[in-house]
């Protein structure tokens, strides 16, 4: 079974904080794709970034960053100088082989609220 | 592209109603997911279309609730009869190939009363 999991339920930082949202999974498979979604307010959600299991090079993408570590089976999402925009919630997902990469299992997400 | 569109934004119904959502995916997608998030469940993966074919539907959690896919730029997902339990947000989202990522929809917000 596949299971991932977003232990903080919900995070306020002041702007211009980091802030780390963390993400723990699970999967026999050793063939997989970890992604995160941000859902801002208005409800849709947007994807961010796209990881293959074979590859743990940590990427950074402007203000946001990723840190893979297959060894503790985690996805950290890290922002630095956090804004206001940034604030909405954060979805770890888990793609495996094993469901021809197509059933995709969801964290419950990190709500980040960013004060101003 | 104008991405993954949805109708209707918004469902209000009574009990016992039919209700049918619409997705139209992003051109060149073969492959079509609708999930339903709720406060409890979180975000749950309905059932999933290649080709317009259903591939897996074991998400889909009753009898009421089917998904067809007469075309590649057309689904739908119909509750008949809806219940209250049936309330949610209701995403379609589409993807190019295996393992890629998904791009969702607007999300369709079901109310049954």
């Known amino acids: 079974a596949q299971k991932v999991t977003q232990a903080q339920t919900e995070i306020s930082v002041v702007e211009k904080e980091d802030v780390t949202l963390d993400c723990v999974y699970e999967?026999?498979?050793?063939?997989?794709?970890l992604f995160w979604y941000k859902q801002p307010p208005s409800g849709e959600l947007v994807f961010l970034i796209r990881?293959?299991?074979?590859?743990?090079q940590n990427e950074i993408s402007g203000r946001y960053s990723w840190n893979f570590q297959k060894s503790t089976s985690s996805f950290n999402f890290t922002i630095t100088a956090s804004q206001v925009v940034d604030s909405a919630v954060y979805f770890c997902a888990l793609s495996p082989n094993s469901g021809g990469y197509q059933k995709v299992t969801f964290g419950t997400g990190t709500k980040l609220q960013v004060i101003p | 592209d104008a991405g993954v569109i949805q109708s209707p934004r918004h469902e209000v119904t009574e009990m016992g109603q039919e209700v049918t959502l619409r997705c139209k995916p992003i051109s060149g997608h073969d492959y079509l997911f609708w999930y339903r998030q709720t406060m409890m469940r979180g975000l749950e993966l309905l059932i999933y279309?290649?080709?317009?074919?259903?591939?897996?539907d074991s998400g889909m959690p009753e009898d009421r609730f089917s998904a067809k896919m007469p075309n590649a730029s057309f689904s739908t997902l119909k509750i008949q009869p809806s219940e209250p339990r049936d309330s949610a947000v209701y995403f379609c989202?589409?993807?190019?190939?295996?393992?890629?990522?998904?791009?969702f929809g607007p999300g369709t917000r079901l109310t049954v009363t």
């Open positions: 999967t026999r498979d050793t063939t997989y794709y």
């Open positions: 989202a589409s993807s190019s190939f295996p393992g890629r990522e998904q791009y």
């Open positions: 279309f290649n080709n317009n074919v259903p591939i897996d």
């Open positions: 990881r293959n299991s074979f590859d743990e």
